[in-house]
Structure formats: C-alpha cells, structure tokens
T-cell receptor, first 118, second 114 residues
Framework: DQQVKQNSPSLSVQEGRISILNCDYT??????FLWYKKYPAEGPTFLIS?????DKNEDGRFTVFLNKSAKHLSLHIVPSQPGDSAVYFC?????????????????FGTGTLLAVQP | SAVISQKPSRDICQRGTSLTIQCQVD?????MFWYRQQPGQSLTLIAT?????????ESGFVIDKFPISRPNLTFSTLTVSNMSPEDSSIYLC???????????FGQGTRLTVV
C-alpha cells in the first residue's frame, strides 16, 4: 500500500516558468512533510519542509503548500532553472504520535522527474 | 546540516557473499536510518539504527539479512548478507536530530549483485 503518491512520473517546464509538483498521501497521522531533490549517483538533498499546523512554507524560489483536508501537498518552483532538473521526492513522517516516541522515519513518494528546458 | 560519508560508493559482488556498508557522520546525531532504493523505485526504510542496542527493522526486513551496528553517535554499518541479484539497489544512510526536523542523506552505495 503506497501511503505517499506522486502521480506524475515526469514533468517538463520551460526555463523561467513555474514548476508545480504534486503529492498525495493517505495516512491521516502524517504531520510533517518534506521535499527532496535527487540527482543521479547522489543522495537526496533536502529542499523544504512543512508542518501540519501550517498550510504554506516559503524558502526562496521554493514554496510548499499543504491541504490537510485533501491530503495533498505541492511544491512550487518559480522561476524554474535548468539546474532544477532532477527527480523530486515528497516524504512524510508521523512524528511521535504514531510511532510512540521521537522519530523521523520517512515514507517517500515514487518521485517526479522534472526537466527544465532552456 | 550534517556531512555524511558512505563507503563504498559502489561495488559489484558475487551472489552468496556479504557486503558491509559504512556510514560516518561529522557530528553526533540522535537518529540514524538505512534506506534502500531499488531500480526505478522510491526510497524504502530498512531500519532505524539504535545506538548500543539492536536496530528496529521495518516490515519485510530482518536482522539476519541486514544486520546493523551503531557503536556510537557518529557511525553505523549495514551488512547485506548472502546476496542475490534482487539485492541490487542503492543503499542510503540518513541522519536526523529529532522528529519534525529534516533528515540528511549520504551519497549512497550502489550495489550490483551478479
């Protein structure tokens, strides 16, 4: 059972335009969400996170939106740059309540390959 | 952020053998995890490495196949035992300082079993 889903395996965007990557989850116990970028032959790089008490978090060109009622989050990148081309993973954690203790076990989505065309 | 070094970065191994992957962090961390990324798949948590005690394994992963050590707050090893071609994956070490904090990843170990 895939608890975190990214339904778009790939996305192509023109340089300078907005990239929107989507993620859906099923477990209502998730309360902390993260986005990672991954280049081939490298480990994932943390981009931005959001707690379930917020509906938006912004960091430079990256903004994450959380819709708890819809169990949906999205990552907006604007403006998109060719160097943003990578696989993007969303991840979710249930924090302490679900696991009964402090933890940061992450459940990852399937990833979206973003290609930013010059 | 923590700097995480994994060794080896890649290896090609014969089936039936074992490989131990090392994860070294440049600072003391509370939590260490091991993930696996099979070809074309997402990252899947194998286990939480607990300092001074047995690791906590996720469903589908067992200690006999993936023994883990964590002797201190900066170092852990994952062994892939009695390997088969199905174990060909990228294995990643991850660290975090607590719940509701970002997790950082090593560069991964690309394992090919032939």
């Amino acid at each position: 059972d895939q608890q975190v889903k990214q339904n778009s395996p790939s996305l192509s965007v023109q340089e300078g335009r907005i990239s929107i990557l989507n993620c859906d989850y099923t477990n209502s116990m998730f309360d902390y969400f993260l986005w990672y970028k991954k280049y081939p032959a490298e480990g994932p790089t943390f981009l931005i996170s959001i707690s379930s008490i917020k509906d938006k978090n912004e960091d430079g060109r990256f903004t994450v939106f959380l819709n708890k009622s819809a169990k949906h989050l999205s990552l907006h990148i604007v403006p998109s740059q060719p160097g943003d081309s990578a696989v993007y993973f969303c991840a979710a954690s249930a924090g302490e309540q679900f696991y009964g203790g402090a933890t940061n076990k992450l459940i990852f989505g399937t990833g979206t390959l973003l290609a930013v065309q010059p | 952020s923590a700097v995480i070094s994994q060794k080896p970065s890649r290896d090609i191994c014969q089936r039936g053998t074992s490989l131990t992957i090392q994860c070294q962090v440049d600072s003391q961390v509370t939590m260490m995890f091991w993930y696996r990324q099979q070809p074309g798949q997402s990252l899947t948590l194998i286990a939480t490495a607990n300092q001074g005690s047995e690791a906590t394994y996720e469903s589908g992963f067992v200690i006999d196949k993936f023994p883990i050590s964590r002797p201190n707050l900066t170092f852990s090893t994952l062994t892939v035992s009695n390997m088969s071609p199905e174990d060909s994956s990228i294995y990643l070490c991850s660290v975090a300082q607590g719940a509701y904090t970002e997790a950082f990843f090593g560069q991964g170990t690309r394992l090919t079993v032939v």
